[in-house]
């Protein structure tokens, strides 16, 4: 990430070559992701909403996660109307 900017999606990372997450991610064939972290309302949404922008399919770990919760609800909400889906950690199937 820059160093100078808030970064709060996963997908704002880039690695040593600056080689965005997406296309590393692309290059090894991945097409599913499983997501948990700190803050659902905050980086977990912004990860979550750009890894669905770029075409992955994505699971957030409902019992992986925490959020702020300005209002209950919000983020997962929002994840869910962009085409998440929620589930524990229990239920994942790989």
């Known amino acids: 990430m820059d160093e100078n900017s ?17 296309d ?3 290059k090894l064939d991945v097409t599913r992701l499983c997501i948990g972290g700190l803050t659902t309302d905050y980086c ?3 990860t979550v909403l750009d890894a669905l922008q770029q075409g992955f399919e994505v ?3 409902s ?5 702020v919760n300005l209002q209950p ?3 997962k909400n929002a994840m869910v109307a ?13």
Do not use: H, Q, R, W
């Open 24 to 26: 590393i991610l692309k």
């Open 44 to 46: 977990v949404k912004a």
């Open 82 to 94: 962009a085409g998440a889906k929620v589930l524990p950690v229990a239920e994942l199937v790989v």
């Open 59 to 61: 699971m957030m770990l």
């Open 63 to 67: 019992d992986a996660v925490a959020a």
């Open 73 to 75: 609800e919000d983020g």
């Open 6 to 22: 808030d970064g709060y999606s996963a997908f704002d990372g880039i690695d040593v070559s600056c080689t965005p997450l997406a």
